[in-house]
């Protein structure tokens, strides 16, 4: 099943030696990252976590996002990104913490050559408005938080679907499915030709089960609960 699909799964982590392995794993197309997963892993430099990355991974697309928040600084911060190697994707919010888009720097960086990877999109208008500031520019990508949206109890799938159409008016742009929840993501994904999902290394450990018989896995279900009830040395 893993094998035809057309979405690419990128792997979404800060575990370094984790990072690595999934380089060797050819389900893996690329990578993503961001500050908090990498404050998670209890990374304190973020340039020297990200060049040993980059020693080692040159041909997969990376994701390396700016901690800035005002507009010059992470101008600043994304040019000096983009300059340590070329399968560099460079993260922009598709606002600042106050709010404002910033809809233009992603143009001027988008048109200067800069891939950019806007992240954080919740609605259509943001994705309407991120596709028009990349139309004439880099390759680059839109990820939209599709599991965080599920988690408002909303069906991220007709919202996805759609801006899927809104960017075929930028041609050299993918749609990210982000913020993924489980094994089952990566298929509603490839259902709609999402271009990407961006998967956690702990939901990647999962695939192994993809095509599992559910009569022999309801058997090893319950001769799991039996065997740590007996482990536990339960009496009643």
Sequence with gaps: MLTDLRTKIYADGADLEGILAFAND???????????????????DYENFARSLLEQI????????VFADEESEMRRQALMI??????????????????????ELVRELSNDGVQVNVTCLFTLSQVEAVTAALREGAPSNIS??????????????????????????????????ASTRE???IFQANSIGCHIIT????VLNKLGGVGRDLEAYSLDTVRMFHRDAEAAGYKL
Excluded at 27 to 40: A, D, E, V, W
Aim: glycine share 6%; aromatic share 8%; with cysteine.
């Design 26 to 44: 050819p389900r893996i197309s690329g990578f993503t990252t961001n500050p908090t997963l990498m404050r998670k892993a209890g990374i304190s």
């Design 183 to 185: 094994v089952f993501n």
């Design 199 to 202: 998967v956690t290394h702990d």
């Design 82 to 103: 983009r300059d340590w190697a070329p399968n560099v994707y460079v993260k922009i919010p598709v606002t600042t913490t106050r709010g404002e888009p910033l809809t």
């Design 144 to 177: 939209i938080f599709a599991g965080r949206i599920a988690d408002t109890g909303i069906d991220p799938l007709p919202l996805v679907n759609e801006a899927l159409h809104v960017m075929a008016d930028a041609p050299r742009a993918e749609c990210i499915w």
């Design 58 to 65: 040159s041909t997969h697309p990376i994701s390396f996002e």
